[in-house]
């Protein structure tokens, strides 16, 4: 079992970051024979996009901590100072394959990125702490009209961790694979058949903001959905977004005990919350005191941070994980054993993470990474194998 997902900004992000990514690491329960420095990565474009197509893997090289890009052969290149203002970075874009083609690249020990890009190469720029990434919630950012998106993954002497993921925007759909050793093939990213648009729609049909988290270009072509991090920073939702759904919470837990489970192979390991003087606070099971919270807000709930911080820790981490999970669900009030890993207990709520509703519901497998920890009760969109043969990036056409 893998030790779970990091939330981060990546290693390979400097100043400017997104609040979502998420990177994988751990060890799985039986590591595969030695994992060689490099494994093959095909991308398939069955997007039926004309444009040219422009792929990157970026991120930090394991055995030394150097943030870099690799080319299409897996080589490891170190990225040149960073200035301030930022300088631009070197150009790492890989040729990608036409519509209906593939294009097989190695990917070496990263924990980083796969972008992808149609029509334009992406801006990257170098700060004096490393990479810049695309912030397209910012309308100056120089991606901001490119249509594009990316992949996380870890590659360790442990496995080959990948997944898709948008915990930062929902944009140009693709899945992503890994071959086995035994030749199986396991895949999850694909949108249900007019998932794209469904996604699109619903969120312009959900009354309160939620369509205003969609991004077009001046042609009218749509690019993204924001995440609803972003959306509050951008205006599209109000800050208040959340507060009715919160305040229940809180009154509940002013009455009754909210008991989380956070791990599921340790299910003696308990923590029980109360609200007292507006903070809930957490005991273990003899009754210490371990951790309490203030009353989150909708960037909170969203970004499963500031007043949900969940440090990579034994108790605080795994209790807020499990909390941001409850509230961006909605299950906290069903159910006063946390986590419910129930799908069908989901987004039931008026008010909810409608993004990460609507996202998971236009999924084909039900799996995505809509917000920070979607990987709470193991709904994440991500493939794992200690022993990878060849790893597979499938783009999927935007419909």
Not at 51 to 79: C, K, M, V
Not at 166 to 192: C, E, I, N, W
Request: one cysteine or more.
């Amino acid at each position: 079992m893998h030790s779970g997902i990091r939330r981060s900004a990546l290693p390979l992000a400097a100043t400017t970051a997104l609040v979502g990514g998420l990177l994988t690491l751990g060890t799985p329960e039986s590591a595969g024979a030695a994992v060689p420095d490099t494994i093959a990565l095909t991308v398939t474009n069955n997007s039926g996009r004309g444009e040219p197509l422009y792929i990157y893997d970026l991120g930090t090289r394991l055995s030394s901590g150097q943030q870099g890009w690799a080319d299409a052969n897996g080589t490891f290149h170190a990225w040149p100072a960073g200035g301030n203002p930022p300088t631009p970075a070197p150009d790492a874009a890989i040729p990608g394959p036409a519509a209906g083609q593939s294009t097989t690249i190695r990917i070496p020990k990263f924990s980083g990125r796969i972008y992808f890009s149609y029509g334009q190469k992406l801006v990257f720029r170098l700060a004096t702490g490393g990479l810049v990434q695309p912030a397209v919630q910012n309308p100056g950012d120089p991606n901001r009209d490119i249509l594009f998106n990316w992949s996380e993954y870890t590659l360790n002497d442990a496995g080959l961790w990948l997944n898709s993921t948008q915990v930062d925007m929902f944009s140009a759909p693709y899945a992503v694979g890994v071959k086995r050793a035994d030749g199986s093939v396991s895949t999850t990213g694909h949108l249900k058949s007019g998932g794209y648009n469904g996604v699109l729609n619903a969120l312009r049909g959900q009354a309160g903001g939620w369509g205003g988290l969609i991004q077009t270009r001046s042609d009218g072509t749509v690019l993204r959905a924001l995440a609803p991090g972003y959306g509050l920073e951008t205006g599209a939702l109000p800050a208040s977004v959340m507060d009715d759904y919160i305040n229940r919470v809180w009154q509940k837990y002013a009455g009754s005990t909210l008991t989380v489970t956070p791990f599921g192979d340790q299910p003696n390991t308990k923590y029980y919350g109360r609200v007292s003087g507006g903070v809930m606070n957490f005991t273990d099971g003899s009754g210490a005191a371990v951790t309490s919270f203030q009353k989150p807000d909708a960037d909170s709930v969203f970004g499963c941070h500031k007043l949900l911080d969940a440090p990579n820790d034994a108790v605080r981490g795994p209790i807020s994980r499990t909390l941001c999970a409850g509230f961006n669900r909605s299950t906290l009030l069903t159910s006063e054993t946390q986590p419910d890993n129930s799908p069908a207990d989901f987004y039931r709520d008026a008010v909810t993470n409608h993004y990460a509703r609507v996202v998971h519901g236009q999924m084909a497998d039900g799996k995505a990474y809509a917000f920070a920890f979607d990987d709470v009760g193991n709904q994440e969109s991500l493939v794992h194998d200690g022993g990878p043969q060849e790893a597979y990036l499938t783009l999927d056409p935007l419909g």
